[in-house]
T-cell receptor, first 114, second 113 residues
Framework: DVKVTQSSRYLVKRTGEKVFLECVQDMDHENMFWYRQDPGLGLRLIYFSYDVKMKEKGDIPEGYSVSREKKERFSLILESASTNQTSMYLC?????????????FGPGTRLLVL | QKEVEQNSGPLSVPEGAIASLNCTYSDRGSQSFFWYRQYSGKSPELIMFIYSNGDKEDGRFTAQLNKASQYVSLLIRDSQPSDSATYLCAVTGWGFGNEKLTFGTGTRLTIIP
C-alpha cells in the first residue's frame, strides 16, 4: 500500500514565524504535490515537484516555497506565516506523469496562524 | 485556467437509492477524470478514474464520461450511510507538464437511513 505521511496533524504558529511542513512517501513516486483546502474553495495546488530538486508553481504559490532534496521527501515552507495561511494542508504523490496516474494523499496538517 | 464545477449540495439520498453526482469541466483538452471521496476531517481517497467516453463500473460505483458535453458523473447504487461524505471531481491533462489535477469544490452527500 502507498503510504504518504505528514509531519504534524495540527500546528499552531504565530504571525511572522517560519513554518515547515514535511511530507514523506514510501513508494518511490516521482511526483509530489502540496495543496491547501479551504471551505468553499476546494483543493488548490500550491507547488508540485516531478523530480528531486525540481519544482513547479501551482495555482497559488505566493507566500510559499518548497524543497525536495530527496525523492521521498517534499517540504512546504511558509517563510513568514500570516493569518490567511490558516488552512488544511495536504500532500500527495503519484508514480509518474501520466493521464491515469492516481494521486495518493497524506492525512493532512491543519495549520492555525494566530 | 481549467475549471471544474460541482454542485456543492448537500445532496440527501435515502438509504438503498441511487445517488447521482455531477461534474462539468471547462478544458476540452482534459484527458482523465477522477472521483475522490473525502470524509469529514480526513484526506481524499480515490474511488475511481475514467478516461474514455461511456460508463465504467466498479462495484456499486459507476463513472460516466461524456467528453462532447464536458460532463462526468458518479452514480452510487444501493447507497449506504457509510457513503455519506464529500465527493470531489478532478481532471487532468496528458503527459509531462499536465500532471496537475484540478479539483472541483466537492458535493456533500448525505445518505438518510
Amino acid at each position: 500500500d502507498v503510504k504518504v505521511t505528514q509531519s504534524s496533524r495540527y500546528l499552531v504558529k504565530r504571525t511572522g514565524e517560519k513554518v515547515f511542513l514535511e511530507c514523506v512517501q514510501d513508494m518511490d513516486h516521482e511526483n509530489m504535490f502540496w495543496y491547501r483546502q479551504d471551505p468553499g474553495l476546494g483543493l488548490r495546488l500550491i507547488y508540485f515537484s516531478y523530480d528531486v530538486k525540481m519544482k513547479e508553481k501551482g495555482d497559488i504559490p505566493e507566500g510559499y516555497s518548497v524543497s525536495r532534496e530527496k525523492k521521498e521527501r517534499f517540504s512546504l515552507i511558509l517563510e513568514s506565516a500570516s493569518t490567511n495561511q490558516t488552512s488544511m494542508y495536504l500532500c500527495a504523490s503519484s508514480l509518474i506523469a501520466g493521464f491515469q496516474e492516481t494521486q495518493y494523499f497524506g492525512p493532512g496538517t491543519r495549520l492555525l496562524v494566530l | 485556467q481549467k475549471e471544474v464545477e460541482q454542485n456543492s449540495g448537500p445532496l440527501s439520498v435515502p438509504e438503498g437509492a441511487i445517488a447521482s453526482l455531477n461534474c462539468t469541466y471547462s478544458d476540452r483538452g482534459s484527458q482523465s477524470f477522477f472521483w475522490y471521496r473525502q470524509y469529514s476531517g480526513k484526506s481524499p481517497e480515490l474511488i475511481m478514474f475514467i478516461y474514455s467516453n461511456g460508463d465504467k463500473e466498479d462495484g456499486r460505483f459507476t463513472a460516466q464520461l461524456n467528453k462532447a458535453s464536458q460532463y462526468v458523473s458518479l452514480l452510487i447504487r444501493d447507497s449506504q450511510p457509510s457513503d455519506s461524505a464529500t465527493y470531489l471531481c478532478a481532471v487532468t491533462g496528458w503527459g509531462f507538464g499536465n500532471e496537475k489535477l484540478t479539483f472541483g469544490t466537492g458535493t456533500r452527500l448525505t445518505i438518510i437511513p
